[in-house]
């Protein structure tokens, strides 16, 4: 189905501030676009809750693992919308291991594409890495209570953190938030959500190490069928075109 990546732009969309209204403007499509599309719209003041999950992490070949919990909840009552960030700092055993030898080139276009861009580029041995995005939209009659924010708020100074695997930085921009982690000479990961779209993006060069990059988006739709009333109105506008001849 082709509504999922219309959903998934509409979801980013709603994260971001007025700036960024302009990438959405609408344009004219040709018919031939028209004919392929599928899916349904969202008439606005339907969504009453909107959630955003971010993770990413870094584990080396000693068991070190640093990395960052990005989460953000909108809903009606949601006076600004505010980032928290929990970060991840977990202990392995034995010394860190030496920098990799492997050389990875290229891709300096992929920090600048639009809507959702995957990346993993490794040049060593025995590594594995994730990049995943899911959706989750929902029908209900009122708004999920919100939960309690757990981490710091996110304001214009990166929040930090280091270990043996490397070090994890998550700061605001471009309207958004980055979530970007040096691997101490093994590589480097990020993850972005903003300017219109997700970028998840993992870069190995040394060896047995284990990466993954998570956006989870979740969508509750007022769960309002609309009333006999409202299609005898429809009814009554369809009627209307008959006299023009349509």
């Not at 040709?30 to 809750?49: N, T």
């Not at 870069?203 to 956006?215: D, E, H, I, P, T």
């Amino acid at each position: 189905m082709k509504a999922i990546p219309l959903l998934a732009a509409t979801c980013l969309a709603a994260c971001l501030p007025a700036q960024a209204e302009s990438l959405f403007r609408p344009i004219e499509l040709k018919d031939q676009e028209l004919a392929q599309l599928r899916g349904k719209y969202v008439m606005p003041g339907r969504v009453i809750s909107f959630g955003i999950v971010m993770s990413s992490t870094w584990k080396n070949a000693v068991g070190d693992n640093i990395g960052a919990r990005v989460s953000m909840q909108i809903q009606e009552s949601t006076l600004k919308p505010q980032f928290y960030v929990s970060t991840i700092d977990e202990k392995g055993s034995g010394a860190a291991p030496a920098a990799g030898t492997g050389s990875v080139s290229g891709g300096a276009g992929l920090n600048q594409t639009q809507g959702v861009t995957q990346s993993v580029r490794a040049a060593g041995d025995y590594n594995t890495a994730s990049n995943h995005v899911s959706i989750d939209v929902k029908e209900a009659d009122q708004a999920p209570p919100l939960a309690a924010p757990q981490g710091t708020p996110l304001e214009a100074a990166p929040v930090v953190a280091s270990n043996g695997a490397g070090s994890v930085s998550v700061s605001p921009g471009k309207g958004g938030v980055q979530m970007a982690i040096n691997a101490n000479g093994q590589g480097v990961a990020m993850q972005q959500l903003a300017a219109g779209g997700l970028l998840q993006a993992a870069q190995m060069v040394g060896g047995n190490n284990a990466v993954s990059n998570l956006a989870q988006l979740s969508v509750v739709l007022k769960n309002n069928m609309p009333s006999t009333g409202a299609l005898d109105c429809n009814l009554d506008q369809l009627k209307g075109l008959r006299t023009m001849g349509m």
